[in-house]
């Protein structure tokens, strides 16, 4: 006996099965809907558990849902809430609480479990792929009003686990596209930029409404990337994974702590899942003090940071002037000519834009367009992300982006 819909049944009784294979069953036109579906049957029916493995869905049933972290006094599990601008101070405390509690869980099983590492393969004249991720915002919940009146749910947890999985979809039907034209691949560079997660604090002028507590965030956006990451496991020869906190996670009511942050501890959530996962072809980078990341693609440098720090518009003297710093600083750090690639995102823009010559990719929003970024005056744009190539020669060999409906 189960409490599963009749299109749920379906796809149980498929697996295990691609989430290809359950989408043609029923009748689906893309496989976002099935992540969908198998998360919403969890929720309907606890007892049933999904996972994937090489990009093959199958089940589990069990007792009862199993805690983010089983070691040490786990946080019950808590029921959503939509939490008003007046009742910030109030919950700081209880997160903060949450995230010390998470942070030392996390860091106790990290430091006895062995970190993922994998050599990242260069073969003359092949490429490399890069999914560059940053503002998803889980736990924000946002609505419409539509011109009859009604009032419609714009964007929400779901929302954004789907925008991610879209995003993934749509990097992998171009990479086919391109081997079908004679491109082969080495490496998929996912590139995590921060405030993945909404928390339950931000700034205290600044209305918003979540739709998850901050254990919910955490762990809703640790499973779906989780699961990003497997699938691109099963379809590259390698996956390199490189995290830059955001400003989201910091806690800033008076008094409040701000050694742990939650983007990081969505990192580290994320880092332990794939230490126990024994896949063995990736490579997991994480930064948890800095304000920028740099790393290495086909010999090529990029260079991250969030970019709350910086100016929505990099074509101002001041915009540009800053990141000529950043360029001076990688330059004199690594003695060397500096990054040839930056990535941002914080202003929920898609754009790209020139540094000394080097590439500048923004990157957008999974929200549309909502009270923050009218606020910074930017004219509203539609939810995007990118993709690109990366060639012996070029950082960015060619780039596409992806816009979210």
């Not at 299109?7 to 976002?32: C, F, H, W």
Request: charged share 25%; glycine share 8%; hydrophobic share 35%.
């Amino acid at each position: 006996m189960t409490n599963l819909t009749s299109n749920q049944t379906e796809a149980v009784e498929a697996m295990p099965a691609t989430a290809r294979q359950i989408a043609d069953i029923l009748g689906y036109k893309s496989t976002s809907g099935v992540y969908d579906l198998l998360k919403r049957a969890e929720r309907r029916d606890p007892t049933f558990k999904f996972s994937s493995e090489n990009g093959v869905w199958d089940y589990s049933r069990v007792e009862m849902e199993k805690p983010l972290v089983t070691d040490g006094g786990v946080i019950p599990e808590t029921t959503t809430h939509r939490v008003p601008t007046v009742q910030k101070q109030t919950i700081t405390k209880t997160a903060n609480d949450f995230l010390s509690e998470l942070e030392v869980n996390l860091r106790d099983r990290l430091a006895v479990t062995e970190p993922v590492g994998t050599e990242l393969p260069v073969r003359p004249g092949h490429r490399d792929m890069v999914m560059f991720r940053t503002d998803d915002h889980f736990g924000e919940c946002e609505t419409e009003v539509l011109p009859n009146g009604d009032v419609v749910e714009s964007f929400s947890s779901e929302i954004a686990r789907e925008r991610v999985f879209y995003h993934l979809e749509s990097l992998l039907g171009w990479k086919d596209a391109l081997e079908t034209a004679g491109y082969t691949f080495d490496t998929v560079h996912l590139l995590l930029n921060g405030d993945h997660v909404t928390n339950e604090s931000i700034f205290e002028s600044q209305p918003h409404y979540i739709d998850q507590r901050l254990r919910g965030q955490v762990r809703m956006a640790s499973e779906t990337y989780v699961d990003v990451v497997r699938t691109l496991a099963a379809s590259f020869p390698a996956v390199q994974v490189i995290c830059q906190h955001g400003n989201h996670g910091e806690l800033r009511a008076s008094g409040a702590s701000h050694e742990a942050n939650a983007d990081d501890l969505f990192y580290d959530a994320i880092d332990l899942a794939l230490r126990q996962s024994g896949l063995d072809n990736i490579r997991f980078v994480t930064n948890h003090v800095d304000t920028h990341t740099e790393f290495s693609m086909r010999g090529h440098r990029g260079y991250m940071r969030h970019g709350q720090d910086g100016l929505g518009h990099i074509g101002t003297t001041s915009g540009v002037k800053r990141w000529q710093s950043w360029l001076l600083e990688s330059i004199d750090t690594n003695q060397d000519t500096g990054w040839d690639v930056g990535y941002w995102g914080h202003f929920h823009e898609l754009k790209w834009e020139p540094v000394n010559g080097r590439p500048v990719l923004m990157g957008g929003t999974l929200a549309p367009s909502g009270d923050y970024v009218n606020s910074l005056g930017i004219a509203p744009g539609r939810p995007g992300a990118w993709c690109h190539t990366v060639s012996d020669d070029e950082a960015v060999d060619q780039l596409k982006p992806v816009y979210f409906q």
